[in-house]
């Protein structure tokens, strides 16, 4: 029997949604194969983020940003601009107290203004949608914003202040509140709250991102469904925007494995077709499924967060081969094609 031949994802999507991937300044150029043929939407998985786009008050560095719309002109990659406003990975001196000052709404309000206009003037009409505010929501039961230096010096109306800022700078660009534990019913909840209330405020803010960073075993495809039909029903777009389905759950520490078993391949295969399923039946809400990576050979869950554990979430595998996942997302396409 003749091997099946292998054609491009987002090819195969194309009149459904994006196929995206995260890129960082070596997957570019190491995974550059699979990126061109299978990927229509890239986004920065590190390099654009606060602390490394703007490390000096004032000093903005991009050129890896440059180097990404140079490839994605090259190859025709539409962009996901990610993050804008987030408690991670943000620059100390963001939250510093400038000499002979104090820190202050007004001049915490500022520094955001002036990142967010610097970034998105910069690339208006490049950059299609933005993250403009990540994981504001707590995961704790019973609290809902999650404490961190935007929210204790701001206030809650740090993240209507960073979507207005956004619209301002590019009204073209689709805004997104970005979150992970999306699909937890509680913290679901909290994400419809945060969002229907902006609504009502007249925020612009046009869709939710669901990280999707999943697993062998959760969420269930039951809560899945629900996240998305909950957030489909506040009218916005959705796009999943970081998904990986890793082998291990969140608390198994295991450091045992050299390589996935073939079961642990044929589970993970199963979860991303019943998960492609999902998003083939709500296409209608769904504008783009980035993955948070490319291949097996990097990925962020290889360090995270069990430090130095391999880890093997994606479609293709160290070799840059397809994985049996690959063909399973493929024929969740074949099928409503016919
Ligand atoms: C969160 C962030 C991403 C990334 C991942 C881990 O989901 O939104 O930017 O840091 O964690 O790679």
Redesign the pocket.
């Known amino acids: 029997m003749g091997e099946r031949e292998t054609v491009s994802l987002c090819k195969a999507y194309e009149d459904l949604f994006l196929i995206g991937a995260a890129v960082n300044r070596y997957t570019l150029h190491s995974e550059k194969q699979l990126i061109q043929k299978h990927f229509n939407s890239l986004t920065a998985?590190n390099e654009m983020?606060f602390e490394q786009i703007q490390p000096r008050e004032g000093q903005f560095n991009f050129d890896y940003a440059d180097e990404l719309i140079h490839v994605s002109e090259q190859f025709g990659h539409k962009l996901r601009g990610?993050?804008l406003v987030w408690h991670n990975q943000t620059s100390d001196w963001v939250f510093e107290a400038p000499d002979g000052k104090e820190l202050n709404r007004e001049l915490l309000l500022e520094r955001m203004r002036r990142h967010i206009s610097t970034l998105l003037t910069r690339y208006q009409g490049k950059f299609f949608s933005w993250d403009v505010v990540?994981?504001a929501i707590s995961d704790q039961k019973g609290e809902f914003l999650r404490p961190s230096p935007w929210l204790e010096v701001i206030g809650e109306d740090f993240i209507d202040h960073a979507f207005h800022y956004a619209h301002e700078a590019d009204p073209d660009a689709l805004l997104f509140y970005?979150d992970?534990n999306e699909s937890d019913p509680e913290k679901r909840d909290k994400i419809y709250q945060l969002v229907q209330s902006m609504l009502k405020r007249d925020v612009p803010i046009h869709g939710v991102g669901l990280?999707a960073?999943w697993n062998l075993y959760e969420p269930s495809l039951d809560h899945i469904k629900q996240a998305i039909e909950k957030y489909a029903s506040l009218d916005l777009q959705l796009q999943i925007t970081?998904m990986d389905v890793s082998m291990f759950r969140f608390d198994d520490h295991r450091t045992d494995l050299l390589k996935p078993t073939e079961e642990m391949l044929e589970k993970q295969a199963e979860r991303y077709e019943q998960m492609f399923k999902l998003f083939v039946e709500y296409k209608q809400h769904i504008s783009s499924v980035t993955f948070?990576g490319v291949s097996d050979a990097y990925t962020?869950l290889s360090d995270f967060p069990v430090r130095g554990r391999k880890n093997w979430p994606l479609l293709f595998d160290t070799n840059h081969q397809v994985k049996p996942a690959y063909w399973r997302v493929l024929d969740q396409i074949s099928s409503v094609k016919g």
Do not use: L, R, S
């Open positions: 998985e983020k990610h993050t990540n994981e970005n992970y990280q960073h970081e948070w962020w």
